[in-house]
């Protein structure tokens, strides 16, 4: 059976944060190899019926990963993360911005910096994300393209993944 837990947001509007807390049903390994790996990235990040797709992944400081997310009438919607710090099975920080298909940062809607950590909890993993923005209206862009919807669908689909 799966366990589908509820994705908190709180809006830090002092500091143009958004973060998230989510508690998923595996252990941290296995939890930050879903974060972590394209593989398994590609199976869970887009809200269905949307798809996430690779370009390319270089999870290593300094890195990136260069994806879009597909939806069913074939359009496409490039990011990119650029990899700034990584902590093996206990937190990364990376900056997130809309681009081309070849990584170049595009001005449609702003970018903003993750910092993600997971933590034990039990059996479960905690994963607590802090996603800061240049300013609130950044912020506000953002929270109206349905991000607060679609990335807890994401997390559903994590959810489906990691039971089995």
Known sequence: MIKTKET???????????????EFD??????????????????WWAPK???ANTQSMNFREGGRWIYY?????GTRHYSKM???????NKSFVAEDAFSDENGNTIDTFPGSQWVNK??????????????TFKSLADMDK??????????AAGHRNLDELLAK
Not at 8 to 22: E, G, L, Q, S, W
Not at 82 to 88: A, D, G, L, V
């Open 8 to 22: 908190i947001y709180t809006k830090d509007v002092a500091n143009k944060k958004i973060k998230v807390v989510r």
């Open 26 to 43: 595996a252990p941290v390994e296995k939890v930050w190899k879903a974060w972590t790996e394209s593989k398994l990235l590609d199976k």
């Open 49 to 51: 019926p949307w798809k």
């Open 69 to 73: 997310m597909e939806g069913p009438d």
């Open 82 to 88: 650029n990899y700034k710090s990584i902590i093996p």
């Open 118 to 131: 997971f933590s034990p909890s039990g059996d479960e993993t905690k994963v607590e994300i802090e996603i």
């Open 142 to 151: 953002i929270i109206q393209t349905g991000f607060e919807e679609g990335f």
